[in-house]
């Protein structure tokens, strides 16, 4: 994990990293010592939801109204973008796992034992519906209020025209259990009532699949299966036909964990290889967020990734934003993070103007030759992006001049610096940051 610090001056930061320090504090220490000369705020905050029952699902309709949902038939709700949750009545002790609300009326949940329940009203009634299956449910998503698909346990697929009145099981590649293994659908994702994609997996066989259909589910494509995953792959998220975001646990890259594709699915690429990612929510062709154990959030279609503060060491389970920048994440021991900025950590400078994170991508940081480093302007600014090593010498300028708001990438070749601890240090009319950079023999 890197460390970010802010310096208020160049000149505070060179005497810190002088010659003048005591014997045998090392820089990571004294950096780690050395108190934010900004103020920071986290871009998401903690919501007090009332319970500590695992969160598995979220879905929003607007900025104001959601509905959570989570183990011991748990359901909340709010109207006032989370300030307030109420707790619903699901007549029901299952772990509810995933919910989806075409509209701000019309709902429904999924979870164990095969448990579908409807609401009409916004969730002042619960209605169980007969899913003809006893398998886990694990994701759901209604395009419309009509049509709406249920995956899950032992390569269950469900379809519904009429609201949940009937549920049909879909045949698929993975009806039957593949050679011998049954498999786990954990994401569905449809853009409309036709078009749509199921990930998953055959359970503990280190193999996930991409499925994708644009007729209903009546046939299927295998677009992608292979092996070095842990547990497959555990949530998609299409913005439009084209363009979707799938996610993993895999044991190495470039098999993920974050995967993208532009034309539907039929080709799929690695586009973000740290973190241990749960679930992903795509707002836009370029704006996506992935929850796990980390924030991982970009705004340049997957090109470069940040991973944003979440004041909690709770793993996230679910993700739903409504725009690009409000959003709400759900996860452990009844862990409901809001953000209205996106997720960005505004750091303050002392005249108060805003700048949001510099991050250093995890790989490869420890670098051998070539990292990439990825930074957001709240507005256009002229850049300096700089390297100095631990006398304070500056030894690289990647960047200077002017640029525009949003997010930029730079590549940074380590060639002939000696291994050992450097720092990148970003300055612009906003303020300043600083990250710790490593580089190895």
């Known amino acids: 994990m890197f460390l970010i610090r802010c310096f208020d001056e160049l000149t505070a930061f060179e005497d810190l990293m002088g010659m003048k320090l005591v014997a045998g504090v090392t820089l990571f220490t004294l950096l780690a010592s050395i108190p934010n000369a900004f103020g920071q705020s986290s871009g998401w905050v903690k919501q007090v939801s009332g319970t500590t029952a695992g969160l598995w699902g979220v879905s929003f309709t607007n900025a104001d109204t959601g509905t959570v949902v989570g183990d011991y038939g748990t359901i909340l709700h709010t109207t006032n973008g989370g300030v307030t949750w109420l707790k619903q009545s699901s007549r029901t002790q299952a772990a509810l796992v995933a919910v989806s609300f075409p509209s701000a009326d019309t709902g429904t949940v999924v979870g164990d034992a095969g448990t579908i329940l409807r609401t009409s009203n916004g969730g002042g009634t619960w209605q169980k519906q007969e899913s003809g299956t006893m398998a886990a449910l694990e994701s759901v998503c209604f395009p419309s209020t009509s049509t709406g698909f249920a995956v899950g346990d032992s390569g269950t697929v469900l379809r519904t025209t009429n609201g949940g009145t009937t549920w049909t099981s879909l045949d698929n590649p993975y009806s039957h259990p593949y050679y011998g293994i049954p498999t786990v659908f954990d994401g569905v994702s449809f853009v409309n009532d036709d078009t749509g994609t199921v990930v998953g997996g055959p359970s503990d066989s280190g193999f996930a699949a991409i499925l994708h259909t644009t007729n209903g589910g009546a046939t299927w494509i295998i677009q992608r299966e292979g092996g070095g995953f842990d547990n497959g792959l555990k949530g998609v998220s299409f913005a439009n036909a084209n363009t979707g975001f799938a996610v993993g646990d895999p044991d190495e890259f470039p098999f993920g964990p974050v995967f993208k594709t532009t034309d539907g699915g039929t080709t799929w690429s690695g586009v973000e290889d740290g973190g241990n990612p749960f679930a992903v929510f795509a707002v836009d062709s370029n704006t996506a967020t992935v929850v796990g154990d980390d924030i991982l959030h970009t705004t340049n279609g997957g090109r ?32 409901i993070l809001r953000t209205t900025n996106g997720g960005f950590a505004d750091v303050q400078s002392g005249a108060g103007s805003p700048i949001t994170a510099l991050r250093l991508r995890n790989y490869p940081n420890p670098l051998v030759s070539t990292t990439s480093i990825a930074y957001t302007l709240p507005s256009p600014a002229h850049v300096s992006l700089d390297v100095f090593n631990a006398l304070g010498e500056r030894v690289a300028r990647l960047e200077d001049g002017e640029q525009s708001s949003g997010e930029h990438t730079m590549n940074f070749r380590a060639h002939g610096l000696v291994a050992g601890a450097y720092i990148v240090r970003l300055s612009t009319a906003h303020g300043a940051l600083s990250t710790l950079l490593t580089i190895l023999p």
């Open 304 to 335: 470069a990734w940040v991973t944003q503060v979440s004041g909690t060491t709770a793993s996230l389970l679910a993700v739903c934003f409504t725009d690009d920048t409000t959003g709400t994440a759900v996860g452990e021991g009844g862990t």
